[in-house]
């Protein structure tokens, strides 16, 4: 049965950005009733301890070579400092099996910068931190016409966001796991977007229906 998400998590990772979409598949507490369960699963480049950029110790459940794509319902790319480096290319090997098997790959700011690094986004609908940034450190990069500026983007089963929208990021995942009824994902949303009180009783509203 296919029902982890894959947390990527490395030294430097910006542990925030991830923080919406796992707390929600981990707890699945707005999922729809007929849902599944979903087990989020911390994936290093092998078991030794990370530290992440919020000061955060985590001891990875598996290595990358351990990932099953045969439990995998997503793969989550967390931002950090260190995705122009040589040390992430096994994480890119598992990616592009994942995407090649369907399973869902979502990633968030310097992640984004990785994956058009090596090829993933010179043919995909995609999004980042900003065009111009992303060609300037990024010279083997060529999807600029697929570029769109917008907060997270999806094309099939690829997610991309700019850094600065976690909550969006979340959103997208969230829509294409399907693990929300309508109702309550827009709900969810206005509510963490707009902090009005009235999502949150339309939020609770929605899981009672």
């Known amino acids: 049965m296919r029902n982890t998400v894959y947390l990527y ?29 979903f087990s989020v699963k911390t994936v290093g480049l092998n078991k030794e301890p990370i530290i992440t950029m919020g000061g955060v110790g985590i001891i990875p459940d598996f290595s990358v070579e ?50 058009a690094n090596t090829g993933f986004l010179d043919e995909r609908y995609h999004t ?24 997270a983007v999806i094309d099939a089963n690829l997610i991309t966001a700019s850094g600065i929208a976690p909550l969006e990021f979340a959103y997208q995942v969230l829509k294409s796991l399907a693990v929300f009824s309508p109702q309550t994902l827009e709900s969810w949303y206005s509510l963490y977007a707009t902090r009005e009180a009235k999502y949150f009783y339309a939020l609770m509203s929605s899981i009672q229906a």
Request: hydrophobic letters at 40%.
């Open 66 to 115: 351990e990932c099953s794509i045969e439990a995998a319902i997503a793969l989550v790319l967390p931002g950090g400092d260190t995705w122009l480096e040589a040390l992430h290319a096994p994480i890119f090997e598992k990616t592009k099996e994942f995407l090649q098997a369907g399973v869902l790959v979502a990633a968030i700011c310097g992640a984004t910068i990785g994956l």
């Open 128 to 151: 980042s931190n900003d065009l111009t940034y992303l060609q300037t450190v990024c010279p083997n990069y060529t999807g600029g016409s697929f570029y769109r500026q917008e907060p």
């Open 9 to 37: 998590v490395f030294d430097t990772m910006a542990d925030w950005e991830a923080s919406y979409v796992i707390a929600e598949l981990n707890s699945g507490r707005y999922f729809k009733k007929e849902s599944i369960k």
